[in-house]
DNA sequence: CGTTCAGTTCGATGCTCATCGAAGCATATC
DNA sequence: GATATGCTTCGATGAGCATCGAACTGAACG
């Protein structure tokens, strides 16, 4: 039986309420803002949108019945993050969207470096990140099956010997492989465990380091070297 | 340069005036009917949405705008599709998360017709068409690689045989195979070209119709046979 | 404890926008 | 031509909701 709202049966899901819930300019920026992966405060979240606490605290109260964020409380603070991947996946497949329908595709200096190289949601994004995940394909260290990619047996002991805890990562409930869509590159790049993992090596590494208040990612010349040599033929 | 909009620079691109569009009510109903893949009249959306015709009419130049469909003059009639293969991708990804977030998931008789086979824009969708694509992939006929599956030679041939015209399918500028996720599975199936000739084969055999006003499609007896005996070892 | 800071609730305000009737075009049909 | 039909423009109406100030809760911190 279907579900019986105010009279009104409606078996297919309501898109509307959750484009709704993106669809405000406030909450539109909250959210992109936590596509940097970081857990923020609800103030750090009104800074970002340039609204005051109230207001967004009635949006992050909106967002969260809404299951489009979860929240984690840590003495006085209420830190914010992303429900779900899917959530993640589904603002990048909207940024993908919206670039398309740009009057004319923006290239300054001011993005350059988010094309380059940035944090999408917990792994790397742009233009790094999809060469690395070609790289990666090219070599055979991960084979495309079904939707998303999947590590060879080459690829396991190549992970394992550059340090990844494989079985670790594979412990966790989430897949190990996820394909992520670009909205600056419209191609894939590696996201899901081993993505996490991989961006997490490189700033524990000290290759790069993120630009203060954006998702940017600034690799040193040294540590774009290394990158290089390490998963670059 | 980014581009300057009311003095503001938006140098990403704005999530929330294309989620705004989809956001709704009535538009996000035209949308997901347009998801049937036939081009609909105004009147027939206006129908759907269960608004006015000047209602409807300013929600589709909106839309219009948006680049969210598209639109082919014929006669007094004016029919309007999704503009894109990515705007299709986008309503189904929306739906599935509008699905996860449903109190309870509904599986009724009023939508399990659905649930087992309907159309998603210009190709299958359901339990089939999920089905229709890990056979495929089994039998080695597609490969995924990068993001979208590919024909292998074995599956040139197959399609070759049962009759498809894959050199015309492949002088289109859309791309032969594509894979598109579906919300009431969570899985993938085949989109694209190819995927759009089989739906359509599917109903010039007469193995299949659309039920009426709806996207589910009903198998007979006999053409769910004839459909298994084709694809499935 | 008082003080400070993070976040929420409440209520008032004001703007945006969906909605539809009436009238206006445009295209077909007789 | 005259009439019907599909769609649009215009203007008025009204509801929803984002916004913020003021007051409140609750936790840290001395």
């Known amino acids: 039986m279907s579900i019986e709202l105010n009279g009104i049966t409606d078996m297919q899901p309501n898109i509307a309420v959750v484009a709704n819930l993106i669809g405000d300019n406030a909450r539109a920026k909250m959210l992109t803002a936590l596509l940097g992966g970081k857990a923020l405060t609800a103030t750090e979240l ?39 991947h899917a959530v993640a996946a589904l603002l990048e497949q909207l940024l993908s969207i919206s670039a398309a329908s740009m009057p004319t595709v923006v290239t300054g200096p001011a993005d350059s470096g988010l094309r380059q ?21 090219v070599q055979q260290l991960i084979t495309e099956q079904r939707h998303d990619p999947a590590l060879t047996v080459k690829g396991e002991s190549f992970f394992q010997q550059i340090g990844a805890d494989l079985p670790r990562l594979n412990a966790t409930k989430r897949p190990l492989c996820k394909s992520c869509l670009d909205w600056s590159e419209r191609r894939s790049h590696l996201a899901g465990a081993l993505g996490q993992w991989i961006l997490a090596d490189v700033f524990s590494k000290n290759w790069a380091s993120r630009e203060p208040d954006s998702r940017a990612i600034r690799f040193t010349a040294k540590g774009l070297a290394a990158f290089r040599r390490c998963y670059f033929p």
């Open 117 to 137: 190289a940035r944090v999408c949601y917990d792994h790397l994004a742009g233009e790094t990140a999809v060469m690395l995940y070609d790289s990666l394909l």
């Open 46 to 84: 009104a800074l970002e949108a340039d609204i005051m606490p109230p207001t967004a605290s009635s949006h992050l109260a909106k967002m969260l019945s809404g299951d489009l964020v979860c929240v984690r409380k840590q003495g006085r603070h209420k830190y914010f993050q992303l429900k779900d």
